[in-house]
């Protein structure tokens, strides 16, 4: 799929915006949109009924949520450098290859 934050880079920055502002916009956006996804995953849960939620579910479920909220952490952190400092160049070939390398992959099985 198309990364919402991607996408709104590449429009703030063909719009002319400086690119940490449009960096701190972007990931705004989707936290907002992030935090509408776990109202609805705690909504759904609650009409589900949390009886069918056990201890370690519970558990790897916390433990998931924190390694990805360290993960995201660091690539906040990354991208914030790479907007400073010298641009989205070398990780955006960085995506095109590995998106080459998936659909060849792709392709072939």
Do not use: H
């Amino acid at each position: 799929g198309i990364s919402a934050v991607g996408s709104a880079l590449s429009v703030a920055s063909i719009c002319g915006v400086e690119r940490s502002y449009g960096l701190n916009m972007a990931l705004l956006m989707n936290m907002f949109i992030q935090v509408g996804l776990i109202v609805l995953d705690v909504l759904t849960l609650v009409s589900v009924g949390a009886g069918t939620l056990s201890f370690l579910i519970l558990v790897r479920y916390l433990v998931t949520a924190a390694v990805a909220f360290g993960a995201a952490l660091l690539g906040v952190k990354l991208m914030r450098l790479l907007a400073a400092n010298n641009g989205y160049t070398i990780p955006a070939i960085y995506c095109w290859g590995v998106a080459l390398f998936a659909f060849i992959l792709n392709l072939m099985a």
